[in-house]
């Protein structure tokens, strides 16, 4: 007996959300009916797709591979389907997508809102952490990240480069004094994140790097370095849009301003390239946005 293909949609969403009950909530099913069309499909096939226990659900091996399998089936037949629907209605539903939360918290924000203002049919389910989730076993439809992609198994889409600049408070320049040349850093507080004992800085003509030891704070948040910055401690090599609010107001202020860092990469990554309406547009939204 051949599976019918809406139970390995079923098997499909099972395996991505490694729980029953959260399949079938999403789905839109009772739990038990899920259950049961399931364990008819692995009747059908003949092997256990999945160790259920009263925690968690597991793939078996056989699972695995028939996950790596239908999961592209089921992801062209989606797609198939709403760029169909694409032609009466605006792109809908749940979009799932993960943040790094400072750039989410200062610069993401206003443009998710004027997102949802053009598609009020989308809904969404944010997860703000710095951690990189992981899009094949997660129910994520992208992950926004800044820096170079670690995994090569999913797909980068590169939003945009945006470049970084130096920042200090008018204190602290007044205190410790106006750096007048990339070298003049050197004998200042510089704020570096994760670890960072040094910058590269470019002019129009030249690049330099200059070595300011680890500093005494270490932290992985652009966020506490702002913050920190603001509060007279220190000199930050950040992208001009996570400071504007500080630039505005005075709280901060431009330091060698003809001196740039290494622009910052902001990517979409997603598990697929197959991506349903919402998230295309998503993308191609926070591009646009991300490069004006």
Not at 189 to 212: N, P, Q, R, V
Not at 231 to 256: F, N
Request: neutral net charge; contains cysteine; glycine residues 6%.
């Amino acid at each position: 007996m051949e599976p019918e293909l809406n139970d390995i949609r079923l098997f499909v969403e099972v395996a991505r959300a490694r729980s029953f009950r959260q399949a079938a909530d999403a789905i839109g099913i009772p739990n038990p009916t899920l259950s049961r069309r399931v364990s008819a499909l692995e009747k059908a096939i003949g092997l256990r797709l999945l160790h259920r226990t009263t925690r968690k659900v597991e793939l078996t091996e056989a699972g695995q591979i028939y996950f790596e399998r239908c999961r592209r089936i089921v992801d062209e037949a989606r797609l198939a389907h709403e760029q169909l629907g694409e032609m009466l209605a605006q792109p809908s539903g749940l979009l799932r997508a993960s943040f790094p939360v400072d750039f989410a918290v200062t610069y993401l924000t206003p443009l998710v809102v004027e997102f949802a203002s053009r598609y009020p049919g989308i809904t969404f389910d944010f997860d703000l952490t710095p951690r990189r989730v992981d899009l094949v076993s997660e129910p994520f439809d992208v992950a926004i990240r800044t820096g170079k992609p670690e995994n090569s198994q999913l797909i980068a889409r590169l939003l945009a480069e945006l470049p970084a600049y130096l920042y200090a408070s008018p204190r602290y320049l007044e205190r410790m004094g106006e750096p007048g040349e990339p070298a003049d850093l050197e004998r200042h507080e510089c704020l570096g994140i994760l670890k960072a004992t040094s910058w590269t800085l470019h002019d129009e003509t030249t690049t330099t790097t200059i070595s300011f030891g680890g500093g005494r704070f270490t932290l992985n948040s652009i966020g506490m370095i702002r913050q920190l910055a603001v509060l007279d401690m220190g000199i930050i090599l950040v992208p001009g849009q996570l400071v504007a609010d500080d630039l505005a107001s005075g709280r901060l202020r431009q330091v060698l301003p003809q001196w740039r860092g290494d622009p910052v990469p902001v990517y979409a990554i997603t598990e697929t390239r197959l991506l349903p309406a919402k998230t295309q547009r998503f993308i191609e939204f926070l591009r646009e946005r991300l490069r004006r």
